[in-house]
């Protein structure tokens, strides 16, 4: 709930100090130019990435590039998204040519804002346009290095451990450190077994089922050697590294391994407490049956708040969205296959030809789909991705679903009931607080 009532607040929060840093910055003084030049590049990036955020939810949003007196401030109105979106593409163009590639900083820089970083942001907002030349074109530079040097990390696992912070894959992070900056929000997805607090998100069944078999068949596909007595072996491999299941072995800090328990009556069998296990709605335990792997840093000390920095654009993203431009182009072929999905699953760890080589026959819009939702799972694209696409209209109505712990182990869970608008929920409300204090500001239809 707090992305409802929060993120109007806390972007123009954040568009006010890069306003602050703007108007400000040239009486610091004796400054180096070129360091003056990057920080104000910099600002601008982070302002348009927060206007980007706030148009995606809230469509029509206050566009201005100064610092407001608090009369403006409680009288502006909304400018239509449109003429927001062209503000932001208009200044990634600009702060590209002034921001450095990754490869021109220094160690000691690691984490600043790069040409790569702004250009990813511009392919996202063509992506979100379903404008598929545009991203195609912005990827493929990306892609040929024209923004500095990516690749894909060697491990799918080890891009979200603390050791390999800052790898080849990461064009875009938010920075943590321990005992300075830190977060501690993913012990709610966390087995309480293993030091995590009330459980508060869990991934569905849903999410679970798209990942594919190792042979590279959905686990409904002919073929595709699904036990649904035993559901979990013969997986994807990255469905290992991003959700806990019953049974999942969980390695600590320490290299101690611990069996996780979660289908309801296996722990007394076991010998075990039964924290993890599920016991049914709002309880402190899962509540789909399911946990949370990806993010969890092995190194951060107890009291649940880890340095862990939390990617932001990842170069996988780049070619994803490489790979969907292609497909919705019609221009998908095996050429594009293996500069983009092939890497995926061969990093994953498949194995069989059926899995990483071009598909001879199926969807493949839905194949691509898919790939970016277990690629990128748990990595808060989701929700932009099924509003594109207009999935959303099915996916937010009705009953997610859980495992198969509930009526005794027989049934799936079956969640609280979603009910999506298509006439009203592709953007949220505009907060009430905001529009008691300005008056200018109207509500989105239907609230």
Known sequence: MKRFSEDWKKCYEGIKTCHTFLENVDRVPNMDENLKGRMKAEARFIRAYLFFRLANHYGDVPLFDYALTVEEANTIARSPKSEVIDFIRKELNEVATLLPAKQEYAASDNGRVTKGAAMTLLARTYLYDNDWGNVSSICEKIMNGEYGEYALFSSYKGLFLSENEYNSEVILGLGYLLNLRTWGQMYDGIPLSVGGRVNAFAPTQELVDDYLMKNGKAINEAGSGYNEDDPYVNRDPRFEATIVYHGYQWTNGEGVTSTIYIKPGSSADAGAPNLDEYAGPR????????????????????????????MLMRYADVLLMYAEAKTELGQMNETIWNKTIKPFRERAGFTDASAVNY????????????????????????????????????????????????????????????????D?????AIPQSQRDINKSLTQNPGY
């Open 283 to 310: 309880q402190n335990s899962t509540g789909t049956g399911y946990y949370i792997r990806k993010y969890f840093d092995p190194t951060a000390p107890a009291g649940m708040e880890s340095g862990l920095n939390l």
């Open 359 to 422: 598909p001879a026959s199926g969807d493949i819009r839905s194949i691509v789909r898919r790939e970016r939702r277990c690629e990128l799972a748990i990595e808060g694209l989701r929700l932009y991705d099924i509003r594109r696409w207009k999935t959303i209209e099915t996916v937010l109505n009705g009953r997610p679903h859980g495992a198969k712990f509930a009526a005794g182990n027989t049934q799936y869970i079956s969640l609280d009931e979603r009910k999506f608008s298509k």
């Open 424 to 428: 009203r929920d592709y953007v949220f």
